[in-house]
């Protein structure tokens, strides 16, 4: 039985994607040989990035603004460090909103003078900063739109003169935004794009080439822009599903198709949450994640009855991070409304037999 997959990440990928990434496999395009056999410098594999990076910029509403979009190896973590190598001159912004947060301040930290504009440390971060200053002298600042351990997820994204960086690793094509008040987006693509492996940023060239110091080759926007993500051996498998699930969106309207199905998931979750009195909501209202619903049982000798039902019900990764303790519900594109209807069903029979 195919469970219902809530997985934080590596998490739930389309169905369809997965049929033809497995076919691909073991023969990819009837060229008798496997896509992890062929060359990456190949005409085959080339048109896939090409297609993917294309794709990413269509999907965001970037084409023809001046954005280029790569895909590149070492995680959400390696790109804390690359931001700050390309654009640390002398100080930058940053809004700590959780782990993630902390982990590119400190990464940050390593070339120079970070400044946190806001945080909601003091509250287990369980609410989004908001009427902070935003200094106009910094490099950029820098942000985190979705927290996928507490729950909460920026709605309204500060208006500010420098450029601004954005980790979109949680909730990446998930909600149609104005994505050109971005200079740089970057996310890791095991939650909304694909399996782990890639990173895709998107970066407004025009910032670049600024910084005095001697940049790494591997860590060079430039470099990487120049060699159209293939300055060193790209990881074809995870490129290649990308492209089949960026693929697969497009066909569901987009961007635009996809948020309408998000919301339906995210207020059928946070209904129960909210109506079921065995539950309570970890973060704020209003500033709740439509793709990470954090939530905690009100009795905890209720934990195993109610663990033992999710797991009759094939109900799987609903367990919460150990920094907030209790449940998250990860509702991630590819994850159908009948998941969370599955594990509804679930909250709302523990109510009855409680």
């Given amino acids: ?146 927290n996928t351990i507490f729950g909460t997820q920026i709605k309204a994204f500060p208006k500010c003169d420098i450029p601004m960086v954005c980790d979109m690793s949680s909730d990446i094509f998930s909600r149609q935004l104005d994505y050109s008040q971005f200079d740089i987006i970057y ?27 001697k940049i790494p080759s591997i860590m060079d926007y430039k470099i990487h822009i120049k060699q159209g ?19 697969w969106l497009k066909d569901l309207g987009g961007i635009a198709g996809i948020e309408i199905e998000n919301e339906k998931k995210a207020r059928l979750m946070y209904s129960e949450i909210d109506l079921n009195p065995l539950f309570k909501g970890f973060a704020m209202k209003e500033d709740r994640s439509e793709m990470n619903a954090t939530f905690n049982l009100v009795n905890d000798n209720l934990k195993d009855t109610f663990e033992t039902m999710l797991k009759e019900a094939g109900i799987s990764g609903v367990n919460g991070h150990r920094s907030v303790g209790g449940y998250r519900a990860s509702m991630y594109n590819a994850l159908p409304l009948d998941s969370v209807k599955a594990l509804v069903e679930v909250m709302s029979e523990l109510e009855s037999k409680a």
């Avoid at 994607?17 to 190949?42: P, Q, T």
């Avoid at 794009?193 to 005095?212: R, Y």
């Avoid at 993500?229 to 693929?247: K, R």
Wanted: net charge negative.
């Fill in 187 to 213: 996310a890791g693509a095991q939650k909304n794009m694909g399996p782990a492996g890639t990173t895709l940023v998107v970066v407004k060239e025009d910032i670049l080439g600024k910084v005095s110091r």
């Fill in 1 to 146: 039985m195919k469970k219902h997959n809530f997985s934080a990440g590596p998490s739930i990928l389309p169905q369809e994607v997965l049929l033809k990434a497995s076919e691909a496999i073991i023969d990819f395009d009837n060229s008798g040989l496997s896509l992890i056999e062929i060359s990456h410098r190949s005409k085959a594999f080339v048109d896939i990035m090409e297609k993917a990076r294309a794709l990413a910029l269509e999907l965001l509403g970037l084409e023809g603004k001046g954005y280029k979009a790569l895909f590149l190896q070492g995680g959400a973590s390696t790109q804390f460090l690359m931001v700050a190598m390309n654009l640390l001159e002398k100080r930058a912004g940053y809004l700590n909103t959780g782990a993630w947060s902390q982990k590119s301040i400190k990464e940050a930290k390593i070339l120079d003078d970070i400044y946190e504009v806001a945080s909601s440390a003091e509250a287990n971060f369980n609410y989004i900063p908001k009427g902070y200053d935003i200094p106009s002298d910094y490099d950029y600042f820098h942000c985190t739109s979705n």
């Fill in 229 to 247: 993500s293939m300055f060193n051996t790209p990881p074809v498998f995870a490129v290649y599903t990308s492209m089949l699930t960026l693929e």
